[in-house]
Nanobody, 119 residues
Framework: QVQLVESGGGLVQAGGSLSLSCAAS????????MAWFRQAPGKEREFVAR????????YYADSVSGRFTISRDNAKSTVYLQMNSLKPEDTAVYYC????????????WGQGTQVTVSS
């Protein structure tokens, strides 16, 4: 029904920047919000940032606030995550997720993209 395709992951040095993209396709008309999560090795999946699709309002985890910026392109059904001042602890697999108006849950997830921050 909905497919999420992520891109932009890679290796970056501490203090550097990286930008992730996640393009949604399929039945995206019921999109309520999109978000980024991450999962570091041996850790639980962690919320990173959220953007309400209609308003563009944003919300961030404290750990990334001031460093990361989530944005969206409504026409392209794409969400972005601009990551600045990266730290080694930001190393994780980053996932985008889509919350539908129908369910109120994150029903769709991307495949994940690896972000590695070296010291």
């Amino acid at each position: 029904q909905v497919q999420l395709v992520e891109s932009g992951g890679g290796l970056v040095q501490a203090g550097g920047s990286l930008s992730l993209s996640c393009a949604a396709s399929g039945r995206t008309f019921s999109t309520y919000a999109m978000a980024w999560f991450r999962q570091a090795p041996g850790k639980e999946r962690e919320f990173v940032a959220r953007i309400w699709w209609s308003s563009g309002s944003r919300y961030y985890a404290d750990s990334v606030s001031g460093r990361f910026t989530i944005s969206r392109d409504n026409a392209k059904s794409t969400v972005y995550l601009q990551m600045n001042s990266l730290k080694p602890e930001d190393t994780a697999v980053y996932y985008c997720a889509l919350e539908t108006k129908i369910s109120g849950n994150y029903d769709y997830w991307g495949q994940g993209t690896q972000v590695t921050v070296s010291s």
